[in-house]
């Protein structure tokens, strides 16, 4: 869990508790609340799908829900756009591959 | 999807005389304003917090006291959200405003429930999205808006990389590199296609004194990496902006920030059938309104980002042009609303006087000749 800022001059971070998530089968650790773009990238986890077409990797662009580039499978549901999806406790986050299925 | 209870939760809100869409610094101004006069406002936001892009930012502001000078943007919002709560202002937050239908009727998702709701007047305050640069590999993880990376770091305390890299030299790519040194990230280069830097001189200042290189007339031509950025190729241009061949640099990067600037989201607008202009100077495509902040249909009012690209500061002094406005088309005009929209339009004018803001001015000339 090292993407996370520790010390900062101006900020004191608020974070909620630490809780087990799961991306790809993978344990991994995140606070809960938090979008879960931001608990993947502090985990070093940055490709998020799979694009349709070329297959090329795709991360988060916009971060505040605009652009759509984050759209990955949480707990069996496609399009979850995890730069604004609070991450919860036991949460299963599969990256997605090109247009999810419903 | 669950629209059991949708009529009961939209008789709730018969009685709306403002609905404003978007809780950052202009949305809150303006429903702030309106409830001030005495009208039934509602807020609708898609976050959990309010302050819009606000809650970010931990520079401080610098203008006139009466404009937050000396505060820092995370405080501002504060300052406001606090003000929206003493006023009992009705908020629906984690709420998006999908569509504007027929009959004025707004389509509101909020947490997989359908709310249409209906208000009298609309103040839309949806602000903006970060515009996109094309080049080779842009579409590969790393490449972020450097708003996104601020979100990320100010607001969630993660980091983005070890190295990034700058691309614009406007305020955004001036202020979210020094903040990606306060979090500790070391950042390569600013990149500016321009002969001078885009943003404020105090701010260009400060990211020099930090010792960060600006290169001017430089521009980004491709990211390279398998499945995330790993060095990105930058190149000098010439006087028609065309890339120099033989001088391309490989600069080594995990991070790669876009700050060219930000287009309005006007989706809405159009859906409501809002005249729409194409004003570069003002962002791009923009929705036509007059100085009360009126659109081309006469109970749609907009402010923010998404009636001109600008500072949060005009975008506060637009929300209350918008909120009185918009309170004065149902009750009114009165003395106090006068007094709020004529303060903020002076206000404006002196902002908009100084030289840096030549642009807007020219830009909004060409919306109202």
Do not use: W
């Not at chain 1, 087990?20 to 502090?42: S, V």
């Not at chain 1, 496609?78 to 406790?89: D, G």
């Not at chain 2, 306060?182 to 400060?206: C, F, P, R, S």
Request: hydrophobic fraction near 40%.
């Amino acid at each position: 869990m090292d993407g996370y800022i520790t010390e900062h001059p101006i900020l004191k971070f608020e974070r909620g508790k630490k809780v087990k998530f799961y991306f790809e089968n993978q344990e991994l650790k995140g606070y809960e609340g938090m979008p879960i773009a931001a608990a993947l990238h502090a985990a070093g986890i940055k490709v998020l799908s799979i694009s349709e077409r070329y297959k090329r990797p795709r991360g988060f662009f916009c971060a505040v829900g605009k652009c759509s580039s984050c759209l990955m499978e949480v707990d069996g549901r496609p399009n979850v756009m995890v730069c604004m999806e609070p991450l919860k406790a036991g949460m299963k986050v599969c990256r997605q591959k090109g247009r999810g299925e419903l | 999807m669950n629209t059991g209870n949708t009529h009961q939760t939209a008789d709730r809100y018969k009685d709306l005389d403002i609905c404003v869409i978007g809780g950052g610094p202009a949305g809150l101004e303006a429903a702030i304003a309106a409830k001030k006069l005495g009208a039934h406002v509602m807020i609708i936001d898609d976050n959990p917090v309010l302050g819009g892009q606000l809650i970010k930012q931990t520079h401080k502001f610098f203008g006139s006291k009466a404009h937050y000078c000396g505060v820092r943007g995370i405080d501002i919002a504060k300052l406001l959200t606090d003000r929206v709560t003493e006023l009992k202002i009705d908020v629906v937050d984690n709420a998006t405003v999908v569509g504007y239908y027929d009959d004025d009727v707004l389509g509101v998702l909020k947490q997989d429930t359908f709310v249409p709701i209906k208000a009298k007047r609309y103040i839309f305050a949806t602000g903006a999205s970060e515009s996109m640069l094309a080049f080779e590999n842009s579409d590969l993880p790393g490449v972020y808006g450097a708003g996104a990376v601020q979100t990320m770091m100010n607001v969630y305390g993660v980091v983005p990389g070890k190295r990034a890299l700058v691309i614009g030299s406007g305020n955004i790519g001036l202020i979210v590199p020094y903040q990606l040194l306060q979090a500790g990230v070391e950042v390569v280069a600013i990149v500016e296609i321009l002969d001078k830097v885009g943003g404020y001189y105090v701010h260009a200042a400060k990211i020099k004194r930090a010792g960060v290189p600006i290169y001017l007339r430089h521009t980004i031509i491709e990211a390279k990496g398998n499945d995330s950025v790993e060095a990105a190729v930058i190149t000098e241009v010439g006087n028609k902006y065309e890339c120099l061949l033989g001088t391309e640099k490989i600069v080594e990067c995990d991070t790669i920030l876009i700050a060219i600037g930000l287009s309005p989201l006007c989706e809405l607008l159009y859906q409501a059938g809002c005249r729409i202009d194409y004003i570069p100077e003002l962002g791009g495509h923009v929705p036509f309104h007059n100085e009360d902040m009126m659109t081309s249909q006469q109970h749609i009012f907009v402010c923010g980002d998404l009636a001109c690209i600008e500072e949060a500061s005009t975008a506060m002094l637009e929300g209350k042009i918008a909120g009185a406005k918009a309170y004065e088309t149902l009750y009114g005009e009165n003395k106090r609303s006068k007094e709020i929209a004529e303060q903020a339009k002076k206000e404006l004018f002196i902002i908009r006087s100084s030289p840096f803001e030549e642009r807007i001015l020219f830009g909004r000339k060409k919306l109202n000749p």
